[in-house]
């Protein structure tokens, strides 16, 4: 009986790590383009976002990575010249006083259980967006990481973790936080960055119910 119940936890638990090991590392890096006037950066997945309005999105891995409440989109320098480059040079955006932008990682259950890594690309070469406050909301609640994240011509804004509990909805936002009211969303690369801590728990639970297995074949 106890060798039977073994052998089902040794399987089910290999089952559990392979689609734990399978998402570890994965990486979406999403550039949000103006669908006006698309250009991707290499190496990216472009999000194009209408020119006026909300709600532009991409599919990938049946994720979908949707723009919220966006004013619209824009691209510096024109697609044959962004500026300062193809992926910063283009932005969703959100004026006026607390306003913000910000992507959907998929609905309620979408986004594997894991912690993740958020980058955030945050720029305007056409104008001056000074400090910006950053988050992340699970199911529409806020967690704030930040207030005064600068904007960044190359690197991410503001970089950070979370973890979804592989049920809940999830989302970035950047909000405006001076004078200038503009808030600015270029770019966001999500990476799986770890498999959750009670996967400890199921490896040696497997291990140990492998030995057995190994154990009892001999
Ligand atoms: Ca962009
Ligand atoms: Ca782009
Ligand atoms: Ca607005
Ligand atoms: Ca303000």
């Given at each position: 009986?106890i060798?039977?119940f ?7 638990s290999v089952v559990?790590l392979?689609?734990a090991?399978?998402?570890?590392g994965?990486t ?11 250009i991707?950066e ?9 020119h006026?309005?909300s709600?532009?999105?991409?599919l990938?891995?049946?994720?979908s ?6 004013d619209?989109?824009r ?10 480059n193809?992926?910063t040079?283009?932005?969703v955006f959100?004026d006026g006083?607390n306003?913000a932008?910000?992507m959907f990682?998929?609905?309620?259950g979408?986004?594997p ?10 720029f305007d070469?056409?104008s001056t967006?000074e ?7 699970k ?5 704030i990481i930040?207030?005064d ?9 503001a970089?950070?973790e979370?973890?979804?509990n ?7 936002f950047?909000?405006?936080n ?7 969303l270029n ?7 770890r498999?959750?801590?009670p ?16 154990f009892?074949?001999?």
């Amino acid at each position: 009986m106890i060798r039977r119940f073994n052998s089902y936890f040794a399987a089910t638990s290999v089952v559990w790590l392979t689609l734990a090991i399978s998402s570890y590392g994965q990486t979406y890096m999403i550039d949000i383009n103006d669908a006006d006037d698309p250009i991707t950066e290499t190496g990216w997945t472009g999000l194009d976002a209408v020119h006026s309005g909300s709600g532009s999105s991409v599919l990938i891995d049946g994720i979908s990575f949707e723009i919220f409440s966006a004013d619209g989109a824009r691209v510096r320098g024109g697609s044959a010249s962004p500026t300062p480059n193809a992926l910063t040079g283009d932005f969703v955006f959100d004026d006026g006083s607390n306003q913000a932008v910000g992507m959907f990682f998929g609905g309620a259950g979408d986004l594997p259980r894991g912690v993740w890594q958020v980058d955030v690309y945050i720029f305007d070469d056409g104008s001056t967006i000074e400090n910006q406050i950053v988050g992340w909301r699970k199911d529409g609640a806020e967690t704030i990481i930040g207030t005064d994240f600068l904007p960044d011509a190359t690197n991410p804004a503001a970089t950070f973790e979370f973890l979804s509990n592989g049920a809940a909805a999830y989302d970035v936002f950047v909000r405006e936080n001076n004078d200038a009211n503009r808030s600015r969303l270029n770019a966001v690369a999500l990476t799986y960055v770890r498999i959750p801590e009670p996967s400890s728990v199921v490896l040696l639970g497997a291990l140990a119910a492998l030995g057995a297995m190994a154990f009892r074949h001999r």
